[in-house]
């Protein structure tokens, strides 16, 4: 009878611990969804010259699960911009996944909006990017065809000569209200 005790306390021990490793970081990280900084990088086919400010994402063409819904989520974002502000703002869509085929990058932008830069690159260029970007992936190892990787999205801004990631926005769903600001900001600066 005793050891039924224990086992009753020591499996609610466990259980409270786990629901309240699960519950409590949601009260602290709550309003956490972006990170400011000004870290300045040299990387060539980020900002165009007709858009002052991007927005960045880092994934691979097909994914499904995790790219698409935020993919879908940015062109919403992306389609309730002011015009005016549309004109000097663009979206790249960076594939981490290097597919043979050099266009599916593209191809696979532009399915969410036309205006969308979908960009290949090889494995040195790749390698750099992820580097200032801090972006994390490896293939997965259940399905040779994904990978597992970080989802942030960058605004990155030109300004004077030189480019610059001034957000980074890592909680999900994203803060369309706090990004819409900041572009509007990052406009006028």
Known sequence: MQKK?????????VVAIS???????IFFTKGISRTKL???????????????IELVFFGYSGCTDICM?????????????EKNIKQKVGVIFVDISMPKDEELPQRFAEFFNIEFKGIYLN???????????????????????????TTNLYLVKKSKGKKEIRYIYNAYPYDIKQIKQDIKELRYE
């Open 5 to 13: 005790i224990y086992a009753v306390l020591i499996i609610g021990f």
């Open 19 to 25: 629901i309240s490793v699960m519950i409590i970081p």
């Open 38 to 52: 000004n870290k300045e990088f040299t990387l060539p086919m980020i900002l165009s010259d007709e858009q002052d």
């Open 69 to 81: 819904p935020k993919l879908f989520d940015i062109q919403k974002l992306y389609d309730t911009l």
């Open 123 to 149: 494995q040195t260029i790749l390698r750099d990017y992820t580097k200032v970007f801090n972006v994390y992936f490896s293939q997965s190892l259940l399905e040779n065809t994904e990978y597992d990787h």
